[in-house]
């Protein structure tokens, strides 16, 4: 693997540094000081790569007039099948934690995706479900969505598996290390 005048400066100044696997996420973000810890290089390539992939999506479904956040919400809801989902379920299946949900359900009953209807039971739970025409969109998107992900770099199943797992691992570990701060923020008021 050949490097670059760069490259090979920060390896000579931080020999310990195994960076050079992670090396492009410096180029990309212009970065010539190696992270403090792995754990930030780990989380900022994390990040870039979620950006990348995201922006593939949103560029292959824009001509449809439809955000990355709507389609999500769309397929959701198309699992819901025909009684909906509460919304505060809808939010909580979400890929990116959206901070107003409401908004953003409100965008595709405006658009006639989704229909919203009050529960008999309890008036202030709110079932979204998908309409036809959200449906048909779908049919429509997912085609442009798989050839997306059919330009996923080449990995075999066994590398691919070892990625998911470790991005498990890392959900994970973070998600416990939240709910620890949360319990410990709580007992303290």
Do not use: W
């Not at 050949?2 to 996420?25: C, D, G, K, Q």
């Not at 212009?30 to 754990?39: A, W």
């Not at 739970?125 to 997306?148: F, H, M, R």
């Amino acid at each position: 693997m050949e490097i670059n005048s760069r490259e090979a400066n920060l390896l000579e100044r931080y020999p310990t540094r195994f960076f050079t696997a992670m090396a492009r996420i410096y180029e990309e973000i212009k970065q010539s000081k190696p992270f403090r810890m792995h754990g930030q290089e780990a989380h900022v390539s994390i990040l870039r790569t979620a950006d990348v992939l995201g922006h593939a999506v949103e560029q292959a479904i824009a001509q449809f007039g439809v955000s990355l956040e709507q389609y999500n919400a769309l397929r959701i809801l198309r699992g819901a099948g025909d009684g909906g989902m509460p919304t505060l379920e809808i939010a909580s299946r979400m890929i990116s934690r959206s901070p107003n949900i409401t908004r953003l359900l409100d965008k595709l009953i405006d658009k006639g995706l989704a229909s919203r209807l009050r529960s008999e039971r309890d008036r202030r739970v709110v079932y979204i479900s998908i309409t036809s025409q959200g449906a048909e969109l779908l049919g429509k998107l997912n085609p442009l969505v798989d050839e997306v992900f059919a330009r996923f770099p080449a990995m075999s199943k066994d590398e691919m598996q070892t990625l998911l797992d470790l991005l498990d691992r890392i959900r994970e570990g973070m998600a416990s290390s939240i709910q620890e701060n949360c319990r410990s923020d709580n007992a303290g008021t």
